[in-house]
């Protein structure tokens, strides 16, 4: 069952960061990633923090290439995380100028 694990909006450059928790202590941590509104020019980068947010590295798909969105996109993804210890998303709009974009984030568990 799909429930809303995040949700926000952003209306200039910057980050938002989320904790990625493995709540339910098993060993599948599926989420969806819904990125839409107004881009005003600019890119959405995923990021993921595995050491609390102290280093960031780009979240990349199956062949390599790091995930950005320049348009209204969904993605789905796994990404594990020790219950005492998440992971931290990071999505960082660059580039902007006149944005207006939501970020929905699906715990697909």
Do not use: H
């Not at 790091?66 to 209204?72: E, K, P, V």
């Not at 993804?77 to 974009?101: C, H, I, M, Q, W």
């Amino acid at each position: 069952m799909a429930r809303i694990f995040n949700q926000t909006s952003v209306s200039s450059n910057g980050s938002v960061d989320f904790d990625w928790l493995n709540k339910r202590g098993d060993n599948n941590n599926r989420g969806s990633l819904f990125v839409y509104g107004t881009f005003g020019g600019g890119t959405v980068s995923l990021l993921a923090s595995p050491d609390g947010g102290t280093t960031y590295v780009p979240v990349k798909d199956s062949t390599g290439t790091a995930i950005t969105f320049t348009a209204n996109n969904l993605i789905n993804f796994e990404l594990y995380s020790d219950p005492r210890n998440p992971v931290k998303l990071r999505l960082t709009l660059s580039g902007a100028a006149g944005a207006n974009l939501s970020y929905t984030l699906y715990d697909m568990q």
